[in-house]
């Protein structure tokens, strides 16, 4: 799979024209390995924890019914142009929940992300698409300068009353942006640069020794959520943990993954790597789970790489998740209490994709006076699965209704999450609605209580 795979990705990156026919009959283009889709011995067990089949009840849109097309298009029983492949591979959130209840162990992730890829390698765009596609994933993404002078050129429009302007005269409502608009994340005055800078620790480890601990500060989250850095380095140093803000990283790469840009994603990893590596750390934390599950991929994403493969490896083995990290620390219990009600949405790429569980949950529980209430289907995907709210808008918004529905149900005050996306999507949602709901992420109540103790003491 994956020389065909650089086959494709290497065509799509140096711009050469592809040829349209020879996709059409699979000859020498990428196909998913054989053994992943052999895997399946079509139980059904995992159609219930689908999303996209409870919405639909249709089998192609569920993980058997996708799992039989990628299969008929690697047997090149089907065109890799098919409409039904093309569709389903598009309608699928990539949430893994399917993969985490397959009893015969079939790695769907694996198996989509080469679905999608080829999808991605065939599939006819008109120019104002490939023109998107070329200024996110090529131009925008791969350099963390350009989002921010990016971010810079957001903030004005957010904060100068153009955007108040534009939403008024329903500008965008008529150039059909409204729905996008709206996902925007809120652009930070000041934003979290890697710089080199280290954070020492305020206390030491329960068993008395300091960690190292390299921030992976992200894309998004570096320009939108500096208040999740701020509370993450803090929250750690608390917990006995040096923080160190690696300088050269890129966005992790997960976005270019998701969107069948693999040799994108491949040379964002290697930047990250070498960054990272040079950090010294014990630790590579990540505070956004979609981006702290696709670093622990790195192994798999370079692993035919013969300079990177092993070094990806070994990051990746000690990339944690900061949910997994305070659990594992402690976390340290404040003295503080704080009253207020919060449920939980779980992350795919937290819950599916690294099975992380139980610790944000203790992490939540360490906090005194927390009066938490967990929701009905916590880890069913909240519709916003990297763009696929903006390319599925209509599957999206149905998906986030149900997470919303769920979230009321409990009555509380605050919804926690772990990851970026979700946070997007959830805060886009609230509002819309006019809930009286924060939206926060796990280390930022972790951390109000931890500010409560300093400003008691
Ligand atoms: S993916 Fe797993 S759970 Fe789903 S039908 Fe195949 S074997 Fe069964
Ligand atoms: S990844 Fe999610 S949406 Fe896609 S088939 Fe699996 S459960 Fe369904």
Sequence with gaps: MSTNMQTVSAQKSSGAPADFHSFLHLAGVDAPDAELYDTCVRC??????????????????????????????????????????LQQMDLCLGCLACQAVCPSGVEYGHLHEAGRAQAAAVRQKGALRRMIEWTVFQWLFM???????????????????????????????????????????????????????????????????????????????????????????????????????????????????????????????????????????????????????????????????????????????????ITELLAELGPKPPRSSLPWRVTYQEPCHLAHGQKVTSQPRKVLAAIPGLDFVEMAESSMCCGSAGTYNILQP???????????????????????????????????????????????????ILDAAYQQDEASS
């Excluded at 070498?274 to 798999?300: F, M, P, Q, R, T």
């Design 44 to 85: 059904g067990l995992c159609l219930e924890s689908c999303p996209t089949y409870s919405l639909l009840h249709l089998e192609p849109a569920s993980p058997r019914g996708r799992i039989a097309l990628m299969r008929a298009v690697g047997e090149e029983r089907l065109a890799a142009t098919a409409p039904a492949f």
């Design 394 to 444: 209509e599957m999206a918004t149905q998906l986030l209704a149900r997470k919303l529905d769920n979230s009321a149900a409990t009555r509380a005050n605050v919804i926690a999450s772990a990851n970026t996306g979700c946070m997007i999507q959830m805060r886009a949602g609230v509002t819309q609605r006019g809930m009286d709901t924060r939206v926060l992420h796990i280390v930022e």
């Design 143 to 321: 350099s963390i300068g350009r989002v921010r002078l990016f971010a810079r050129t957001l903030w004005l429009y957010q904060r100068s009353g153009l955007q108040w302007l534009a939403r008024r005269l329903g500008v965008l409502r008529l150039l059909g942006m409204a729905g996008v608009e709206a996902l925007l994340p809120t652009i930070d005055s000041r934003f979290v640069v890697p710089d080199g800078s280290v954070y020492p620790p305020l206390a030491v480890t329960v068993n008395g020794s300091t960690r190292r601990v390299a921030l992976l500060t992200g894309c998004v989250q570096s320009i939108a959520f500096a208040d999740v850095h701020t509370a993450t380095i803090h929250a750690l140093r608390v917990n006995g943990c040096e923080v160190v803000l690696p300088r050269g990283q890129e966005c992790c790469g997960a976005l270019h993954q998701h969107g069948g840009e693999l040799a994108l994603a491949q040379a964002l990893a290697r930047r990250n790597i070498d960054a990272l590596e040079a950090a010294d750390a014990d630790v590579i934390v990540v505070n956004a789970a979609g981006c702290s599950h696709h670093v622990k991929e790195y192994g798999h994403l370079l692993r035919d790489d013969p300079v990177y493969a092993q070094r990806a490896a070994a990051l990746a083995a000690k990339t944690r998740d």
